[in-house]
């Protein structure tokens, strides 16, 4: 996806569809946000908003790039282009979260779900700040620390999957009309998020050129990272809000981290 200076090319362009898609998805993300709660609805919804504002850094660093190409601004739309898989993940932690509104749950399962994902995510900056800047002459070869992240993302996606399943057998006889909204939300950005994520992997763990942050193939690029995660995200807030302005939601209050979550009728 390298560029001439001075060029506005096929990749640019993917960087303006990031740059119009993603401040709607922050606005609705904050939306949903308030009406579940600052405090408690940051372990759901602040990451959503988070995603959209690293596509939104990306997207400029892409654009700045155009006329202002350096090793810095290459690196910082890398980092944003790769770490983008932790929020994108630690959104659907957080659906789980408000989905069992009945504590099924252990609250501290999820935290240790979330961490792990944060781990993963620290693990990717370090990663990749230390290796970029030596891997543009022939593409970008993932370092061990690199692949490690995307292995913690890999059992991250794995888990998820796996604990909203069970979820849904737990619930499935009793769920609110709110519950339901969250779980097809779920459901519908599942296909999404498993073809953004195997992309990720094929990124890291093959030497297919196609599916280098440098010089992969912009279309296989588009269809398998960008235009899945809008997707995702898109389907995400739009069944959110909708939850969240059902009549029989019910917004988390504010409890000590060691204990189980209370719940009001909003």
Known sequence: MASQPGT????DGVAILQLIIFPFVTAAGIFIWR???????????????TLSLIR???SICSLIS???DSKNVEIARIVCEMIGIAPL?????????????DGRLPLRYLNVLS????????LGIAGVSSTSGDNTADGFHASAIVKASMGIFLAVFAIIALTASWLFLQLHGALRQFQKKLFLALVLSFPFLLVRVVYSAMSDYSNNRHFDVYYGNTTIYLCMNVLEEIVAMVITVVLGMSAVLS???????S?????EPKYDHA
């Open 89 to 101: 993940l630690l959104t659907y932690v957080g659906l789980l979260r408000q989905i069992d509104a």
């Open 247 to 253: 009549r029989d939601f019910i917004q988390p209050t």
């Open 56 to 58: 939104i850094a990306g």
């Open 115 to 122: 961490i792990v994902c944060i781990i993963g995510l620290i």
């Open 35 to 49: 009406r579940t709660g600052w405090r408690v609805g940051s372990k759901i919804w602040r990451y959503p908003v």
């Open 255 to 259: 409890v000590p981290m060691d204990s």
């Open 66 to 68: 155009i006329n202002h």
């Open 8 to 11: 506005v090319t096929y990749a």
